[in-house]
């Protein structure tokens, strides 16, 4: 018979000792980047960790022990994580903002509260990424949110992308906001399109 | 469309099953093409229905949050969920034909070849592993092969252990295969051979929780199907880097057919194969990309 | 730059592959292609677009730069970097990120052109024929 089973549960090496705190903060600077992987890894439980992850993930290079620290932030998920990751939102690196994109959109709660100073961000590269933010909010939230952007953002790309999240999470509510962007923006035909096919797929749920 | 003990029945517009689509399609990648939309809504009511909702509006509110596991709910009413013996049989066959010679490549010859089946729910997965390597891989006999089977639900782990099985269980094998690792029992039920059970481990596990996940390292494949996608994203991010702890570098990852790890993470390569795409820890070799 | 005309193609129109997270986006894309003769498919981000490029055939992909869980920039170096079959397939970028330095990425990367948003109807159409001939 070829097919083997082993019943202790030691197939795996020894585990390395528990580490304290302070030792795996200090393992987040190590040349080695498993290390660097595991530490990060065993410190999303430690909201007093966000500080070194925060300066970890500003110093980290390999993209799989930036998704660690991301993770970890994201398990942490109080305020200090979120101003943790928000950085990254300006990084020049693309994957580096994505990561942090996905990251900040799954702690919905804890990013509430810096959604204005995002939407009023003097960067318009910053708030459209900010509007994905908002997609995992209820509909009761996010539409006044994105209502109160659309009605003072003066760049389309920034509107195209508040009017593609409203088109999955808003309410009619929206439906004058939308109206009057279009409006704003009659000779840009990509915003009247896409305002076309939210007001349409919003309005669906009225009847 | 009423059935009995549903509701007065709801609108559905052609825009709501529209938004609907664009919400699975971002959450899970399933897409549905617009021939299909007919089907969609008829489920979509279904559910409407039974989860006492009072418009399209408050269903899709319940959709986002994902209450009560709306979401699973949703995707089991519209494709087959049910688990049987050699379910997703490309995924076998890839496994005979490409990844065993890929691993064997770094592997001595009394190294043993380590797969795990996680969720293994009710154990057809496992045993279907086990089979289909006796079956159909010439070298059979010249590795030492470890499977475990593992869930978070231990009534089905227990079910796993019995390997008791009904007709409908066995609807993909042959009657020859069904002989030669499965007792009768009584009409229509069918026990694994005692030998082939007891090769197998079933434990628990969750997926989640990397405390519980550390026990299980130096995987070549892991069978993760159907369950994945059904986790809010902060839980598929964190079970996919347990799962990645778990796997010998350039093991591989085994999704269900209908998964894509492009809703799960980027922290694995994408491989694509003759009969699937399997996706692989990165790490073992010269060939490393990215 | 490839543009990967094939004599006498005349039977199945041309495949496009876009790749945008945004539905509002692809939709938009996907109406001018179309009625240009195009066929065409989606992808949400950089991972599911490398997962229908390595199974079909396309003559273009369009793909936005800032995308969940890959980025533009990251799927087409690994494109770049597989097999010769795929590795030319030609690419349009087309982003909301208009710096200097991000052109440059995205030439570094491997894109053909790059494009900021918004882009109209008639840009995206000619932009497509540049490198994707007619439909
Ligand atoms: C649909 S079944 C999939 C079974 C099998 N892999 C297949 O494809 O036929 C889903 C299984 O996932 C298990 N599950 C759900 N959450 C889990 C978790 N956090 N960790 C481990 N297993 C989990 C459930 O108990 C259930 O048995």
């Known amino acids: 018979m070829p097919l083997i089973r082993r019943d202790d549960n030691k197939t795996a090496a020894p585990r390395e000792p528990v580490a304290d705190a302070a030792a795996l903060t200090a393992a987040l600077g190590d040349p080695d980047p498993d290390r660097r992987w595991r530490a990060a890894r065993s410190l999303g439980s430690d909201a007093g960790a966000v500080p070194a992850l925060a300066a970890a993930l500003a110093a980290e290079q390999l993209p799989q022990v930036r998704e660690a620290i991301m993770t970890a932030l994201l398990r942490i998920g109080d305020a200090g994580a979120v101003a943790a990751l928000l950085p990254s939102l300006r990084a020049q690196d693309a994957a580096l903002r994505a990561s942090a994109i996905e990251a900040l959109q799954a702690m919905p709660e804890a990013t509430l509260p810096f959604m204005t100073a995002l939407f009023a961000d003097a960067d318009s590269d910053v708030r459209i990424l900010a509007t994905e933010l908002v997609r995992n909010m209820p509909a009761e939230t996010a539409t006044p949110l994105l209502c109160d952007l659309l009605a003072h953002e003066p760049h389309p790309n920034v509107c195209a992308a508040a009017i593609d999240v409203l088109a999955e999470v808003g309410t009619p509510a929206a439906i004058p906001a939308l109206q009057a962007c279009a409006s704003r923006f009659a000779e840009v035909s990509f915003l009247r399109f896409v305002v076309a096919v939210a007001i349409d797929q919003i309005s669906g749920a009225e009847h | 469309m009423t059935r009995p003990g549903a509701g007065p029945s709801v609108a559905i517009s052609q825009q709501d099953v529209r938004r609907l689509c664009e919400f699975l399609y971002r959450r899970t990648g399933m897409s549905f093409a617009d021939n299909k939309r007919y089907y969609i809504d008829r489920r979509l009511a279904e559910r409407i229905a039974a989860t006492g909702c009072g418009s399209f509006a408050d269903y899709f509110a319940m959709l986002r949050a994902d209450a009560e596991h709306e979401i699973e709910h949703l995707v089991n009413s519209f494709t087959v969920n049910e688990t049987y013996f050699d379910r997703e049989e490309h995924q076998l066959r890839c496994m005979t034909a490409s990844l065993l010679d890929e691993l064997l490549t770094r592997k001595g010859p009394d190294e043993t070849l380590r797969i795990w089946s996680v969720p293994c729910s009710t154990g057809e997965e496992p045993y279907s592993i086990a089979i289909w390597l006796m079956e159909h891989w010439r070298d059979v006999d010249k590795y030492n092969i470890e499977i475990v089977g593992s869930d978070i639900d231990t009534s089905a782990l227990q079910k796993a252990e019995q390997g008791i099985y009904g007709e409908r269980a066995l609807m993909r094998l042959t009657r020859d295969v069904v002989a030669r690792y499965f007792k009768p029992l009584s009409p229509g039920k069918y026990q694994i051979d005692p030998g082939l059970r007891e090769s197998i481990r079933f434990t628990h596990a969750n997926l989640v929780d990397a405390a519980d996940m550390a026990q299980y390292r130096d995987f070549d494949i892991v069978f993760c199907r159907n369950v994945l996608i059904y986790f809010d994203d902060a839980s598929r991010r964190i079970a996919a880097e347990n799962l990645y702890d778990c796997l010998r570098p350039g093991g591989f990852i085994c999704l269900g057919h209908s998964e894509t790890m492009s809703r799960i993470s980027p922290l694995f390569r994408i491989r694509r194969f003759p009969d699937a795409i399997i996706y692989q820890k990165p790490g073992a070799d010269h060939d490393e990309q990215q | ?135």
């Open chain 3, 1 to 135: 730059m490839t543009s990967n005309s094939e004599a006498g193609a005349a039977a199945a129109p041309r495949r496009i592959l876009v790749v945008d997270d945004s539905s509002l986006v692809r939709l938009y894309y996907r109406a001018a292609l179309e009625k240009a003769g195009f066929a065409v498919d989606q992808a949400i981000n950089g991972i599911e677009a490398m997962e229908k490029c390595l199974v079909e055939r396309f003559d273009l992909v369009i793909v936005d730069v800032n995308m969940p869980r890959m980025d533009g920039l990251s799927f087409l170096r690994a494109l770049r970097g597989s097999a010769p079959e795929i590795a030319s397939l030609p690419a349009l970028m087309i982003s909301t990120e208009a710096g200097q330095q991000d052109r440059d990425d995205a030439r570094a990367a491997g894109a053909n052109f790059y494009l900021v948003k918004p882009v109209s109807e008639a840009d995206l159409l000619s932009h497509v024929a540049l490198l994707a001939g007619a439909p």
